[in-house]
Protein backbone atom coordinates (compact mmCIF):
# COMPACT_ATOMS: atom_id res chain seq x y z
CA UNK A 1 0.00 0.00 0.00
CA UNK A 2 2.93 2.49 1.20
CA UNK A 3 4.79 1.55 -2.31
CA UNK A 4 1.93 2.28 -4.13
CA UNK A 5 1.39 5.49 -2.76
CA UNK A 6 5.22 6.38 -3.20
CA UNK A 7 4.78 5.42 -6.74
CA UNK A 8 1.93 7.68 -7.13
CA UNK A 9 3.32 10.54 -5.77
CA UNK A 10 6.75 9.55 -7.53
CA UNK A 11 4.82 10.05 -11.18
CA UNK A 12 2.75 13.04 -10.15
CA UNK A 13 6.53 14.90 -9.18
CA UNK A 14 8.02 13.76 -12.38
CA UNK A 15 5.05 15.34 -14.33
CA UNK A 16 4.86 18.83 -12.87
CA UNK A 17 8.60 18.66 -13.08
CA UNK A 18 8.47 17.95 -16.81
CA UNK A 19 5.55 20.89 -16.49
CA UNK A 20 8.25 23.18 -15.22
CA UNK A 21 11.03 22.44 -17.99
CA UNK A 22 11.74 25.36 -19.93
CA UNK A 23 12.96 23.19 -22.54
CA UNK A 24 9.69 21.33 -22.91
CA UNK A 25 8.02 22.06 -26.07
CA UNK A 26 6.21 25.38 -26.97
CA UNK A 27 3.78 26.28 -29.71
CA UNK A 28 1.57 29.49 -30.57
CA UNK A 29 -1.72 29.05 -31.91
CA UNK A 30 -3.09 31.45 -33.92
CA UNK A 31 -7.39 31.64 -34.87
CA UNK A 32 -9.19 32.92 -37.20
CA UNK A 33 -11.77 35.82 -36.92
CA UNK A 34 -14.70 36.83 -39.68
CA UNK A 35 -15.26 39.73 -40.17
CA UNK A 36 -18.27 39.54 -42.74
CA UNK A 37 -20.35 36.64 -43.27
CA UNK A 38 -20.19 36.00 -46.34
CA UNK A 39 -19.42 32.20 -47.65
CA UNK A 40 -17.81 30.56 -45.88
CA UNK A 41 -17.83 32.40 -43.11
CA UNK A 42 -21.06 31.93 -43.06
CA UNK A 43 -22.29 28.60 -43.23
CA UNK A 44 -25.16 28.42 -45.80
CA UNK A 45 -28.80 26.12 -44.36
CA UNK A 46 -27.53 22.29 -44.46
CA UNK A 47 -24.00 23.03 -45.40
CA UNK A 48 -21.51 20.52 -42.58
CA UNK A 49 -19.29 22.58 -40.95
CA UNK A 50 -19.08 26.00 -39.74
CA UNK A 51 -15.75 27.74 -41.09
CA UNK A 52 -13.69 27.89 -37.81
CA UNK A 53 -9.69 27.76 -38.59
CA UNK A 54 -6.97 27.28 -36.04
CA UNK A 55 -3.58 27.11 -37.31
CA UNK A 56 -0.40 25.54 -34.55
CA UNK A 57 2.61 26.41 -34.99
CA UNK A 58 6.16 25.31 -33.19
CA UNK A 59 7.61 28.14 -31.37
CA UNK A 60 11.06 27.49 -32.97
CA UNK A 61 9.13 28.23 -36.23
CA UNK A 62 7.61 31.38 -34.63
CA UNK A 63 10.59 32.93 -33.05
CA UNK A 64 11.69 32.76 -37.07
CA UNK A 65 9.62 35.24 -38.05
CA UNK A 66 8.22 33.86 -41.16
CA UNK A 67 7.33 30.21 -42.46
CA UNK A 68 7.41 29.25 -45.95
CA UNK A 69 6.17 25.53 -46.00
CA UNK A 70 4.20 23.06 -48.27
CA UNK A 71 3.07 19.67 -47.11
CA UNK A 72 1.54 16.90 -49.49
CA UNK A 73 1.19 13.74 -47.80
CA UNK A 74 4.83 12.51 -46.87
CA UNK A 75 6.41 12.53 -43.47
CA UNK A 76 8.04 15.36 -42.00
CA UNK A 77 9.50 14.85 -38.42
CA UNK A 78 10.86 19.23 -37.87
CA UNK A 79 7.69 20.17 -39.85
CA UNK A 80 7.34 23.86 -38.61
CA UNK A 81 2.80 22.78 -38.30
CA UNK A 82 2.31 21.42 -35.64
CA UNK A 83 -1.41 20.91 -36.58
CA UNK A 84 -4.06 22.75 -38.75
CA UNK A 85 -7.87 22.55 -38.41
CA UNK A 86 -9.30 23.44 -41.27
CA UNK A 87 -13.73 23.47 -41.28
CA UNK A 88 -13.92 19.71 -41.67
CA UNK A 89 -10.78 18.20 -41.32
CA UNK A 90 -7.69 18.23 -38.12
CA UNK A 91 -4.42 18.32 -40.62
CA UNK A 92 -1.09 17.02 -38.71
CA UNK A 93 1.98 16.22 -41.09
CA UNK A 94 2.80 12.56 -39.97
CA UNK A 95 6.67 11.39 -38.55
CA UNK A 96 6.51 7.99 -39.53
CA UNK A 97 6.41 6.16 -43.12
CA UNK A 98 4.71 7.68 -46.21
CA UNK A 99 0.55 7.86 -45.92
CA UNK A 100 -1.65 8.58 -48.80
CA UNK A 101 -2.69 11.78 -49.67
CA UNK A 102 -5.21 13.28 -47.73
CA UNK A 103 -4.71 17.05 -47.33
CA UNK A 104 -2.20 19.61 -49.10
CA UNK A 105 -1.53 22.73 -47.17
CA UNK A 106 1.15 25.19 -48.89
CA UNK A 107 2.08 28.47 -46.09
CA UNK A 108 4.16 31.83 -46.72
CA UNK A 109 3.32 33.85 -43.79
CA UNK A 110 4.67 36.33 -41.34
CA UNK A 111 4.54 35.79 -37.73
CA UNK A 112 3.68 38.65 -35.17
CA UNK A 113 0.44 38.95 -33.24
CA UNK A 114 -1.28 38.78 -36.58
CA UNK A 115 -0.58 36.26 -39.31
CA UNK A 116 -0.10 37.76 -42.52
CA UNK A 117 0.84 36.54 -46.24
CA UNK A 118 -1.18 33.87 -47.80
CA UNK A 119 -1.60 30.13 -47.66
CA UNK A 120 -3.60 27.18 -49.85
CA UNK A 121 -5.50 24.61 -48.46
CA UNK A 122 -7.03 21.67 -49.72
CA UNK A 123 -8.42 18.88 -46.27
CA UNK A 124 -9.87 16.66 -49.19
CA UNK A 125 -13.33 18.17 -48.64
CA UNK A 126 -12.41 21.34 -48.98
CA UNK A 127 -10.06 23.48 -50.88
CA UNK A 128 -9.36 27.45 -50.93
CA UNK A 129 -6.50 30.39 -51.20
CA UNK A 130 -6.63 33.58 -48.09
CA UNK A 131 -4.26 35.69 -47.89
CA UNK A 132 -3.69 39.44 -48.23
CA UNK A 133 -1.23 42.53 -48.21
CA UNK A 134 -1.61 43.55 -44.80
CA UNK A 135 -3.46 42.04 -41.41
CA UNK A 136 -7.04 41.24 -43.25
CA UNK A 137 -7.12 38.28 -45.20
CA UNK A 138 -9.12 37.71 -48.48
CA UNK A 139 -10.45 34.19 -48.78
CA UNK A 140 -10.77 33.23 -52.39
CA UNK A 141 -12.00 30.54 -54.53
CA UNK A 142 -13.26 28.23 -51.94
CA UNK A 143 -14.84 24.95 -53.59
CA UNK A 144 -16.50 22.20 -51.25
CA UNK A 145 -17.46 18.69 -51.96
CA UNK A 146 -20.63 19.53 -50.28
CA UNK A 147 -23.48 21.15 -52.47
CA UNK A 148 -24.78 22.67 -49.75
CA UNK A 149 -22.29 25.14 -49.57
CA UNK A 150 -23.23 26.50 -53.26
CA UNK A 151 -19.49 26.63 -54.31
CA UNK A 152 -18.65 23.87 -56.22
CA UNK A 153 -18.77 24.33 -60.06
CA UNK A 154 -17.68 27.79 -59.51
CA UNK A 155 -15.74 29.08 -56.16
CA UNK A 156 -16.78 31.38 -53.44
CA UNK A 157 -15.33 34.36 -52.57
CA UNK A 158 -15.02 37.55 -51.03
CA UNK A 159 -14.94 36.46 -47.15
CA UNK A 160 -12.60 38.55 -45.14
CA UNK A 161 -11.17 37.80 -41.36
CA UNK A 162 -7.52 37.82 -39.58
CA UNK A 163 -5.62 35.26 -37.90
CA UNK A 164 -4.32 36.48 -34.36
CA UNK A 165 -3.15 34.49 -31.59
CA UNK A 166 -3.41 35.13 -27.91
CA UNK A 167 0.20 33.67 -27.09
CA UNK A 168 1.50 37.26 -27.43
CA UNK A 169 0.27 39.51 -25.07
CA UNK A 170 -1.50 42.64 -26.61
CA UNK A 171 -0.56 45.92 -26.51
CA UNK A 172 -0.89 47.95 -23.60
CA UNK A 173 -2.96 50.64 -24.03
CA UNK A 174 -1.54 54.07 -22.35
CA UNK A 175 -4.33 55.51 -20.08
CA UNK A 176 -5.40 58.89 -20.81
CA UNK A 177 -5.05 60.99 -17.67
CA UNK A 178 -7.97 61.73 -15.78
CA UNK A 179 -8.58 65.65 -16.10
CA UNK A 180 -11.92 65.62 -13.27
CA UNK A 181 -9.02 65.79 -10.34
CA UNK A 182 -7.14 67.97 -11.21
CA UNK A 183 -9.62 70.64 -12.10
CA UNK A 184 -11.79 69.72 -8.92
CA UNK A 185 -7.85 71.01 -7.51
CA UNK A 186 -7.34 73.89 -9.54
CA UNK A 187 -10.99 75.17 -8.59
CA UNK A 188 -10.19 74.25 -4.55
CA UNK A 189 -7.22 76.67 -5.02
CA UNK A 190 -8.99 79.36 -7.00
CA UNK A 191 -11.94 79.07 -4.50
CA UNK A 192 -9.27 79.60 -1.65
CA UNK A 193 -7.78 82.55 -3.40
CA UNK A 194 -10.79 84.91 -3.68
CA UNK A 195 -11.87 83.84 -0.12
CA UNK A 196 -8.66 84.72 1.73
CA UNK A 197 -8.48 88.18 -0.67
CA UNK A 198 -12.48 88.92 0.77
CA UNK A 199 -11.28 88.22 3.82
CA UNK A 200 -8.22 91.09 3.57
CA UNK A 201 -10.49 93.06 1.61
CA UNK A 202 -13.55 93.21 4.60
CA UNK A 203 -10.92 93.67 7.05
CA UNK A 204 -9.62 96.46 5.44
CA UNK A 205 -13.15 98.43 5.42
CA UNK A 206 -13.44 97.24 9.07
CA UNK A 207 -10.32 99.17 10.04
CA UNK A 208 -11.04 102.49 8.30
CA UNK A 209 -14.99 102.64 9.64
CA UNK A 210 -13.18 101.98 13.35
CA UNK A 211 -11.25 104.85 13.27
CA UNK A 212 -13.41 107.29 11.72
Given at each position: ??????????SA????????????????????????????????????????????????????????????????????????????????????????????????VQ??????????????????????????????????????????????????????????????????????????????????????????????????????
Amino acid sequence: MKMTRIATLLSAAALLLGSMNPKADASVIYTWQPVNDKVPNTAPDGACCAFDLWLEVTDEAFKAGSMNYSYYGYPNPGAPIIAFFSSTALMTPPSGNHQPWTWELETDVQFGEYLTGGMYVNDGQVSYYMGGRNQLWTVRDFRADDPSWGCYDEGCSGATGYWVTDSVPPPVPVPEPDLFPALALLAAGLLGVDTARRKRTGTGSLSRAALR
